[in-house]
Structure formats: structure tokens, C-alpha cells
């Protein structure tokens, strides 16, 4: 499969890796343009390109850029792309997002919002970017890291999850997009290594109107 990326940080770069490691294809960019990616493109054996070009490439779109950012992305070149928005809402980054803390919508809702064209899945968000290389497991395996998934197309989360598991991760599909909230940022199942069991608990146990301690998830 062919994997455009658009982000080239923690996130973008380590999916990347893990990507290539499995036989896939991957362009990566980011707003500062393909320039900037050369020391990137040697590091990973990928190629590079502008936004445009990377969501040109992909059968799949990774969109890995602070939140913030995804007010900048031009429309267009993502009409028709499967997404996976892997962005998360930190205020101490993105300012205060009234929408958001009043929970009126969700980060990933907002993305589409914004990418109307585009067939959005939330994913790749609530995992840290230390893991991504290292709690990979084979199919079957006991124990095997489940992750989050949400999105309204389900022929595009169908994808998205056999992609997840030819990388090594079973998934747990938590509904329509709206559900996203679920494992956003403080939630019980944001960042934290469950199996599908737990995973299918956690997101269960969710409460909009609670959060977890700042962090708490890294420790």
C-alpha cells in the first residue's frame, strides 16, 4: 500500500519507519516542503514531497500535524483520500478551543469540517509515538495491542483496519466519528497499551465531563 503523510514529527516519522519496515510505500511532507526533508528521506529510505504531491501518492493519508495547523491544509488535494487524522487537542499548544471544551464537537469532526471532501478516520492519535515501533505483535498473538478507531465511512475504517494489521496492531472500532471523544486526550484510553478487551473498556468507561491528570498517560 501506498502511505502519504502529511506531518513530519514524532508521529508522522515513526509511522513511517513501521510502515516501510512492512513493505509499504511512503511519501512524507510537510508545510515547509520537500527541502526541508532531505536528512528525513535518507534516514527512512522514503520519498518526499509537498503536501499536495504526499496526498496525491497515498492509497492512504496519515494527516500528523499539530491541530492547530489543520486550519492551513488546502481542501482540495483531500477529496476523495482515506485520512487518518492522528491529531489531539492541547490547548497549551493550540489556545483554548471553546467548541472543544465544551465538548460541543471533537477534534477529528472539526478535521472533516475542515477536509470536507475527505473520507476521515480518527486513528494513530492515542498511542505515543515511543510505542508505535515497539508494541507491534503478529496476528494472534496473546496480548496484542489494540487501537482506536472512529470515523463515519465504514468501507474506509474497513481499510484502515487491515492496514493497522499488517503493522502489527488489532483494532477496536468505536462508532461514528462523533465517538472520537472517547479516546481523545485524558480519556481512560488515550495512549495507554490495552488489548482488545481492555481497549473495548476503557473507551466504555469514557466520560466527557471527566479527564485524566495532565500527563498522566505518559508516566
Not at 515547509?32 to 509537498?50: E, F, H, N, W, Y
Not at 501518492?57 to 491541530?67: I, N, T, W
Not at 470515523?151 to 496492531?169: H, S
Request: charged content about 20%; some cysteine; hydrophobic content about 50%.
Amino acid at each position: 500500500m501506498k502511505i502519504g503523510i502529511v506531518g513530519a514529527g514524532f508521529i508522522g516519522r515513526a509511522v513511517a519507519r513501521l510502515a516501510i519496515a512492512n513493505g509499504h510505500e511512503v511519501m512524507i511532507s510537510n508545510s515547509r516542503g520537500p527541502k526541508s526533508l532531505m536528512s528525513t528521506m535518507i534516514a527512512l529510505k522514503c520519498a518526499v514531497g509537498t503536501v499536495a504531491e504526499a496526498v496525491a501518492f497515498g492509497d492512504v493519508v496519515l494527516l500528523a500535524v499539530p491541530f492547530s495547523s489543520i486550519e492551513d491544509l488546502a481542501p482540495a488535494p483531500f477529496a476523495g483520500k482515506i485520512v487518518m487524522d492522528a491529531g489531539n487537542y492541547y490547548p497549551q499548544r493550540d489556545g483554548d478551543i471553546p467548541a472543544l471544551d465544551a465538548h460541543e464537537t471533537t477534534t477529528s469532526e472539526m478535521a472533516a469540517a475542515q477536509l470536507p471532501g475527505a473520507r476521515i478516520v480518527k486513528a494513530w492519535n492515542a498511542i505515543l509515538e515511543k510505542d508505535i515501533e515497539v508494541d507491534t505483535r503478529p496476528a494472534g498473538a496473546a496480548g496484542r495491542r489494540a487501537l482506536p478507531i472512529a470515523g463515519d465511512d465504514a468501507e474506509a475504517k474497513r481499510i484502515v483496519t487491515g492496514l493497522f494489521d499488517t503493522l502489527g496492531y488489532d483494532v477496536v472500532d468505536a462508532g461514528a466519528l462523533a465517538e472520537g471523544w472517547r479516546f481523545e486526550r485524558a480519556r481512560p484510553a488515550y495512549c495507554v497499551r490495552f488489548d482488545v478487551a481492555g481497549l473495548n473498556a476503557a473507551l466504555a468507561e469514557a466520560d466527557a465531563g471527566a479527564a485524566l491528570a495532565e500527563g498522566s498517560w505518559r508516566s
